[in-house]
């Protein structure tokens, strides 16, 4: 089931496509969630399947309005992702990116990415690492 736009859903649909998401994951993200689920990674607490008004977000870190979004080949250069990241930083989160493949062969650079954000030690937009801080933050 493909990750998206979900116009409209009432919050028992949201509940029930979130849990098809779950039951659909890819490996990145299977992997990716258990370095970071129950608070492994630094204390940090991450959710998977976050909705931020109309998109599911992969993964979330409420507390530092962070979002970690997983992309595979059909995520290159697609303007609904940008559509996307900018809607997902004017409701106050962050966004990093990382292809499929850096999760499966990169991990730990993944996971180091994450906590410097997560640290604020990277907070500056950078395209090189696909970091889109939020335009505003939520208090």
């Known amino acids: 089931m493909a990750k998206g736009r979900m116009r409209g859903l009432m919050?028992?649909?949201?509940?029930?496509?979130?849990?098809?998401l779950r039951r659909n994951e890819t490996d990145a993200e299977?992997?990716?969630?258990?370095?970071?689920?129950?608070?492994?990674?630094?204390?940090?607490?991450?959710?998977?399947?976050?909705?931020?008004?109309?998109?599911?977000?992969?993964?979330?870190?409420r507390e530092k309005t962070l979002v970690v979004e997983l992309d595979g080949?059909?995520?290159?250069?697609?303007?609904?992702d940008a559509e996307r990241t900018?809607?997902?930083?004017?409701?106050?989160?962050?966004?990093i990116r990382f292809w499929n493949e850096e999760v499966l062969r990169e991990r730990n650079d993944v996971l180091e990415t994450i906590?410097?954000?997560?640290e604020n030690r990277l907070t500056e937009a950078c395209n090189t690492t696909r970091f889109s801080p939020a335009t505003e933050q939520v208090q």
């Open 30 to 61: 299977k992997v990716l969630w258990r370095e970071i689920r129950n608070r492994n990674l630094n204390g940090f607490k991450f959710v998977r399947q976050y909705p931020v008004g109309p998109y599911f977000a992969d993964f979330a870190c």
């Open 73 to 80: 080949a059909q995520h290159a250069e697609n303007m609904r």
């Open 86 to 95: 900018r809607y997902i930083n004017n409701a106050g989160f962050s966004v």
């Open 115 to 118: 906590v410097a954000i997560l």
């Open 11 to 20: 919050p028992s649909t949201h509940t029930q496509f979130a849990r098809s």
